[in-house]
């Protein structure tokens, strides 16, 4: 089993969709968790780091349920720009130093 | 923000010769970088974590002898792909860890990446 799993997509949405991909991690020790962005041929970016508590920035909300393993991203009010393929992240292995991706999920935002 | 610099950027080469690839943080010192391959529609997987003065750390899976790593200084790390094959071609990515940042991967920037071709 992968150590972080994400529907590969693709989600092709309308501009002003809102959007949401799941993503689910086999290590429960596992502390810290992230979205990143990561455009066609180029390198990831941080989006945002995900909290137990939940946590909002401007049109994107992430969610922690560590019970299940489970984390979520949420895109309100999609624009064009939003297309792009977006990693899970958990920091795992050995130690936990090290930042474990997933294989993505790529999303398509159409006039 | 912190920038984090690869060189070149692309790269094609000829079947059994070598390739290298730097790695330079530009405004902070790094002891620690890490060296991601990333093949079309996969994701990236960690090749190596690379410690400023001392051995790099590989993962499970990838040889030392070929994917050869030097972390000389607190700036720069390289990667040297030898007698590259075309199976090597993939999209390498390089990430430093700030020293301020102590142990925290939270503070981990990435380069831009070095698309590797080899004929």
């Known amino acids: 089993r992968k150590e972080v799993e994400q529907d590969p997509g693709p989600f092709n949405v309308p501009e002003g969709a809102t959007v949401a991909f799941n993503c689910t991690y086999s290590?429960?020790?596992?502390?810290?968790f992230f979205w990143y962005r990561q455009d066609c041929r180029k390198e990831p970016k941080l989006l945002m780091s995900v909290y137990s508590s939940g946590n909002e920035d401007g049109r994107f909300t992430a969610q922690l349920n560590r019970a299940s393993q489970y984390i979520s991203l949420l895109i309100r009010d999609s624009k064009l720009s939003d297309s792009a393929t977006y990693l899970c992240?958990?920091?795992?292995?050995?130690?936990?130093?090290?930042?474990?991706f997933g294989t993505g999920t790529r999303l398509l935002v159409s006039p | 923000g912190a920038v984090v610099s690869q060189h070149p950027s692309w790269v094609i080469c000829k079947s059994g010769t070598s390739v290298k690839i730097e790695c330079r943080s530009l405004?902070?010192?790094?002891?620690?970088m890490f060296w991601y391959r990333q093949f079309p529609k996969q994701s990236l997987m960690l090749m190596a974590t690379s410690n400023e003065g001392s051995k790099a750390t590989y993962e499970q899976g990838v040889e030392k002898d070929k994917f050869l790593i030097n972390h000389a200084s607190l700036t720069l790390s390289t990667l040297t792909v030898t007698s590259a094959h075309p199976e090597d071609s993939s999209f390498y990515i390089c990430?430093?860890?700030?020293?301020?940042?102590?142990?925290?991967?939270?503070?981990?920037?990435f380069g831009p990446g070095t698309r590797l071709t080899v004929l």
């Open positions: 290590n429960s020790a596992s502390q810290s």
């Open positions: 992240v958990v920091r795992g292995g050995t130690g936990f130093q090290k930042l474990v």
């Open positions: 405004d902070f010192q790094a002891t620690t």
């Open positions: 990430s430093a860890r700030d020293r301020a940042s102590g142990t925290s991967t939270d503070t981990q920037y």
